[in-house]
């Protein structure tokens, strides 16, 4: 049975995640008092994190962490993030909601655009080992 709990920055470390994320990526992800999250958990356990950094009044960077466990029900993944997602928007007021999605992974570009975000253009070199990213945002 899936929950839903406040984020807490711990959640980050005790995932286990399908693909590599060093420590201090995980540290960006878990610092700081501008995150907005939750946790989704099997059984208590973490099995997803998701939410968002308020860049600054109005704005903020999102991003989703999810397990296998997680990526193995995605029909429950999908609503919970939809349902959180839609309130931190509108609980944090924002006005523009932004993420970034490698540029080879159609499944989240798809998942981005469910949500509700609109790709706005690739960003080369972007990521930490100069891969191409897509710029996606959902404005309100």
């Avoid at 995932?15 to 994320?21: F, G, R, T």
């Avoid at 939750?38 to 997803?48: L, N």
């Avoid at 109005?58 to 397990?67: F, H, K, N, T």
Wanted: proline share 4%.
């Amino acid at each position: 049975m899936l929950s839903v709990r406040p984020y807490m920055p711990d959640d980050v470390f005790n995932l286990k995640l399908p693909y590599k994320l060093t420590r201090k990526q995980r540290e960006e992800l878990a610092v700081g008092n501008s995150i907005v999250g939750f946790t989704v958990c099997e059984h208590d356990k973490p099995i997803a994190v998701g939410g968002v950094h308020v860049l600054w009044e109005g704005v903020a960077e999102c991003w989703l962490l999810a397990s296998q466990d997680a990526i193995e029900k995605p029909i429950s993944l999908a609503r919970y993030t939809k349902e959180y997602f839609d309130a931190i928007i509108k609980l944090n007021q924002l006005r523009r909601a932004q993420a970034t999605v490698f540029h080879d992974d159609a499944r989240a570009l798809a998942f981005a655009e469910w949500l509700g975000m609109k790709n706005e253009g690739l960003m080369k070199k972007y990521g930490p080992n100069g891969e191409d990213y897509f710029r996606v945002a959902r404005v309100v």
